[in-house]
């Protein structure tokens, strides 16, 4: 499994490396790689929080990433392409695979790191990271449609023809007031980890590498998860109060993520290079929090379909209960034929389920006095035509919630395969 | 001292009052309030890493988030005050210091708290933070020179004739490229803790009791800390990959924050008021951190004048040791004339020293396709006019690092001395 911690990996080589030619941290780092006990340990260095060291391979069937316990932090790129050359696209593509193995490792984005290089040339790694453990930090990409076909339906890098049929812009949902500018994009990458300075430090060091090819179209931090994606993980709340994600498909689900996040070898002829990949799907869900903060508890709790306290179904029972939609209420069922839990229930969407991997934001202040923010909704599904758009649809024309949202951004790629060693991740889409 | 832990906190009470009602959770509350020892604790809920569950008295001399050692993550927030009452200022007043004393004790905002009110009524906290410790939150207010007077020089509140001398607009400095929605502001509040999610909950919560009162001016989040305010602290790393903070006040120097961040009683006949209190400087410094990645690792050191690995000052020593202003070097002194370290070092500005508390942030992209990111500036000095106008004068003028910096935001607070039990925040400006 690529989501499972590496204990195996040289944990002291990593630790000494990242902290590279830093005075007085060596002994630190060695006492970090002695407490690295069966995949994760609380490395202290100084008064700063103790921190996963755990370190998911880059490398595998699938990317890390996806099916990964959920990290607690996110910064999330879009890229466009602004070279019109394969060759240069490829070449990125290997320097990026290259790159994100080694920091998945808790190295230096290169090998001459942060301060070891001559000292007139700019470093490879800009060092930001130094001293920081893996955090448990993933690596995801994706390919966004227009990397296949321009406005007017050119091909771009000679691969229109693999351009999987699901793969299109996603359509115009009722309630989307989208900015350009924080939608769409060629490429993408997903960074995650428990701190967000390690995630950071991923997402520039891919731009820095990918100066002259790529521009940054937007990006997003995140600094709160807002789902699980393992059943050891608890279920964190999002900024309605709520917990969010308990229905998740979860990694311990097997038979469930090859049902609903991996695409499947015979899903889509034209795009054999999916197979063992999934689709990403990104929304920017503002919440209208000051407005949501003045609805009674009773309101919310029915908006949701859910108790704000444990996360139990409105029908009772615990968090994870069953939602009994028949159960009567006072005035029609308990559980609101509009309540968010029973319109995005699968049970209404031929069972479909998603694995949703979202981050609460918090981006500074709107016009009307208010803050900006909500959830970066972040969804890996198998076919974005079954598992997302019928539900999205659903949620836009009959969720009560959606008096408290706006989507302000939106995008969808294919996420690859994971790469094997010796391979650059989407190999298989250049090259077979 | 107000930033002594306290460990005699109810904190079962705590843990138990913010989990509230939530079912299952009650025993995790146990464990984290027996494993809460000598003032700090690894609470772990779930796969969640270890959190500081220190909780730092928002009452005492002094406001805490100033000395108290600096927390990893940031939420600041500026608001401009809506009513032109003076009643309803001060009762604003009344009700964040009351919030403000809760939060910080990892208590709900309001005494109902976010489950067990009404459910005909509006939860009097909004949740999020629900099952989250104190995570070392600390909340700090600041009065801007807007709240004395506006724009006409009208007192707006009767409070015009105790104005701070000093308390005024921040000069245009050179370089500056102010955003008027990411500067200036009336109110302001600082929220530091471990875990973000706790910080985003705190100003949330003042900003929906400030419905009506007050509104968001402009928001700022900041993931990593770039500063250190305890000699306990390892010094952490700016977006330059530099170590930064190195020679900040500390609170281990008493002297020192006496001289140089507290307001004497003297200081100013008409702000008696601020005895005790300090000078909140917040400028959004934007690096241009693509054409920073492209210098050679010799230049990036020259412009700062230490080392990218230790931080050592390039004339050697290790990371504490003071600079040589006079080692020659190949081409004049080995640490240029227009180093950093230099231009701002207290040699050459009568000794005048900050307490800097700054993060890192990254806001989403620029138009340009780089990173909208930089350091989110925070100082708190006992007088603007000697401890930071000369100080940024100086650096616009002649710091080699101007030519990677934008400053977009900027703004001055009088931050008012800590309230005693009993008082509100600010209580002698209104009253004495």
Redesign the interface.
């Known amino acids: 499994m690529t989501e499972t911690p590496t204990p195996e990996q040289p944990t002291q080589k990593r630790g000494l490396s990242r902290r ?5 941290t060596a002994a630190a780092a060695g006492l970090a790689a002695g407490a690295f006990v069966a995949g994760r340990a ?1 490395a202290s ?8 060291t755990d370190a998911f391979s880059f490398r595998g069937e699938h990317q890390a990433g996806i099916t990964t ?1 959920a990290q ?2 996110l ?1 999330f ?1 879009a890229f ?1 392409v ?1 070279t019109g050359s394969r060759a240069q696209l490829i070449a990125l593509l290997q320097a990026w695979t290259e790159a994100a193995d080694r920091m998945t490792r808790g190295l230096p984005a290169g090998e001459g790191g ?2 070891e ?7 490879d790694d ?6 920081l453990p893996a955090s448990g930090l993933t690596i995801t990409f994706g390919f966004g449609p227009s990397l296949f076909r321009d406005e007017q339906g050119r091909d771009r890098f000679g691969i229109a023809d693999r351009q999987p049929a699901a793969l299109r812009t996603l359509p115009h949902f009722p309630a989307d007031m989208l900015d350009p500018e ?1 939608s769409y994009g060629d490429l993408c990458v997903q960074a995650c980890a ?1 701190d ?2 390690v995630a ?1 430090h991923a ?2 060091n891919l ?2 590498i990918g ?1 002259g090819t ?8 995140g ?2 998860r807002t789902s699980t994606t ?1 059943t ?3 279920t964190p ?6 917990k969010d994600g308990t229905a998740n498909v979860k990694a311990e689900e097997p038979a469930a993520v090859e049902k609903h996040v991996w695409v499947g070898a015979e899903d889509d002829a034209k795009a054999a290079w999916l197979a063992g990949g999934s689709y990403l799907v990104t929304r920017r869900i503002n919440m209208h ?2 407005t949501w ?6 309101d ?2 029915g908006f949701v379909g859910r ?4 996360g ?1 179904p409105l029908s009772g029972g ?2 994870h209960s069953e939602p009994d939609f028949e159960m009567p209420g006072s005035e029609g069922p308990v559980i609101p034929v509009d309540a968010h839990v029973r319109v995005v229930h699968p049970d209404f969407h031929q069972g479909a389920r998603m694995l949703r991997r979202g981050y ?1 934001f ?4 709107n016009p ?6 909500g959830l970066f909704f972040i969804a890996f599904v198998r076919d974005p035509d079954t598992h997302f758009i019928p539900i999205q649809n659903a949620m836009a024309k009959s969720d009560a919630l959606m008096e408290y949202l706006k989507v302000t951004g939106s995008a969808l790629f294919a996420a690859p395969p994971g790469a094997a060693a010796g391979e650059y991740v989407g190999q298989a889409l250049f090259e077979a």
């Open positions: 590279g030619l830093v005075g007085g609380t260095e100084g008064d700063a929080p103790a921190r996963r316990p607690d932090r910064h790129a466009d602004t942060p301060t290089g001559a000292s007139n040339l700019p470093p800009t060092g930001e990271a130094i001293g924080r428990d967000p300075q950071v997402i520039r731009a820095r100066f790529v521009a940054v179209r937007w990006s997003q931090l600094f709160g393992s050891s993980q608890s709340r999002n900024l309605f109060g709520f929090i000051e903060d003045r609805q009674p508890l009773g919310q709790e108790t704000k306290a444990s139990a615990q968090e609460n918090v981006d500074g202040s009307l006095g208010g803050l900006d923010a």
